[in-house]
């Protein structure tokens, strides 16, 4: 069973840069695939960026791609997500998830879910 400990989400400016962290605990993290996805309020859940369990295989969503960097850390056990050039339409609840095996952009994929961190980018 692993858990999941998103931290970072804040209110920032548009234009500003942040980094979400998501510390992982009870399974061998480098066995697991992760991914960050966002919810918007009133939207649906939406995906963000995924890598494979070495971070060699990285995939973004179209707008946030270029902005948005994913990456992990297995002896730390951390996967970050390095957000830069934020603009307001970027406002939500970030969560991180794994799974074992291929990365996917379907949250329904994933096993293992984080509770979330608030992000809010004021224009």
């Known amino acids: 069973q692993v858990q999941l400990v998103e931290s970072g989400g804040q209110l920032v400016q548009a234009g500003d840069s942040l980094r979400l962290s998501c510390v992982a605990s009870?399974?061998?993290?480098?066995?697991?695939?992760v991914g960050w996805f966002r919810q918007a309020p009133g939207k649906e859940r939406e995906f963000v960026a995924n890598?494979?369990?070495?971070?060699?295989?990285?995939y973004y969503t179209d707008s946030v791609q270029g902005r948005f960097t994913i990456s992990r850390d297995n002896v730390k056990n951390t996967v970050y997500l390095q957000m830069n050039s934020l603009k307001p339409e970027d406002t939500a609840v970030y969560s991180c998830?794994?799974?074992?095996?291929?990365?996917?952009?379907?949250?329904?994929?994933?096993?293992?879910w984080g509770q979330g961190t608030q992000v809010t980018v004021s224009s």
């Open positions: 009870g399974g061998t993290f480098s066995h697991y695939a």
């Open positions: 998830a794994a799974k074992r095996g291929r990365p996917e952009v379907y949250g329904n994929s994933y096993d293992y």
């Open positions: 890598s494979n369990w070495n971070g060699a295989s990285t």
